[in-house]
């Protein structure tokens, strides 16, 4: 089989659109209705996508801002996945985790535990948080600064693997007639010590499906890029440009010879906010549509925190998008991002925000599905993708659009599957099943 293109849905309630919840045909409760979720799940799962993806953060927004959005109530993600799994048979799962306000064996057991629910399903992404918000829920006065950040999560992901390996494949014996349960020599003590964390284990979870739940990554800082390269086996990524992505993609694989790894043992999948429509002129205006419905400094203050958590609000805003120190609270690639696009295309601070109001700085697509369908194959076949992780403005309209105009699309140009290759994520994603490595 020639080589295919792997699709994420990337679920956010309402839709990605930060005005998604005020259009009429969105249920604006949509953060904590389950039916609503399932529907989506069913609809990704028939169009024959590779993931679900369901992001996550640990701190609700409580600015007077937030009061003009629907991003403060949603269902934590391993719950909800959890739930998915049952009325889904072959989509993958992934939900965010951070690693600087969990504990490694937390989230060791409970991705293990989702991966069994599922049959093989699960994937976590692992994330260092850019909200600062979250330390004050979790007993600090000040965010975890962007170094530290990420040592810990290199070091809390060896846990995590560590404790996934802590059962071989086959130590459950449960032989009634002889009375063993399990197999002792396939028992294996982690008893991790680092800078971090004291983890003395086992996992209370057997190995599961998988071996390991698929590992996710989404930072393309410099750091991150080194994290992404040594732990992961499919990138998120923000690149509004062909070039840029095709630069991101080859700097990336090219690290990973150096970990003993292949170029296909990492996916890398680009967001892309895509807005469907029969005709070019109806997909604008469907697009318009919700841009109309972005108040400016709704569209400012989301632009702050991707930015990395700065307050803008005292700026005028049709003034330009002011001098910013580097964060270190939030997503450094992010701000480069935002801040060059601001610059090249002469943005005030609100056109900025109204700009970012449904992709965030993702490549943006608005078209009929053959001409998204041009678009993601010329990514896809020029070395800047090996997939994309679909964002689209509301839900579930938008994802009906995609799922029954865009991917028949991409079935009949031969660039996507029609069934599923395998009953698990790895097996549908192309990635190995790892070894455990006290075998």
Known sequence: MSRQLKLGAFLMATGHHVAAWRHPDVPASAGLDFAHYKRLAQIAEAARFDTLFVADSVAAPTQEIASRMARSDHFEPLTLLSALSAVTEHIGLIAT?????????????????????????????????DNAAEALNFGRDEHIGHAERYSRAREFHQVVTGLWDSWEDDAFVRDKASGAYYDPSKLHVLDHVGEHFRVKGPLNV??????????VQAGSSETGRELAAQTAEMVFTAQPSLAGAQAFYTDLKGRLAKYGRSADSLKIMPGVFVVVGQTEAEAQEKCETFQQLVEPEVGVALLGRMLGNF??????LDGPLPELPLTDSGQQSRQKLLTELAGREHLTLAELGRKIAGGRGHYSLVGTAAQIADRLQEWFEQGAADG??????????????FAYGVVPELQRRGLFRTEYEGRTLRENLGLARPQNRFV
């Open 97 to 129: 985790a951070t690693t600087s306000y969990n504990e490694p064996y937390h989230v060791a057991r409970k991705f293990a535990s989702l991966d069994h629910l599922s049959g093989g399903r699960a994937g976590w992404n692992l994330v260092t948080s």
């Open 311 to 316: 307050d803008l609000s005292k700026y005028p």
């Open 206 to 215: 057997a190995r599961s499906p998988q071996g390991q739940p698929v590992i």
């Open 388 to 401: 994309f992780n679909v964002l689209v403005p509301h839900l579930p309209g938008g994802l009906e659009d």
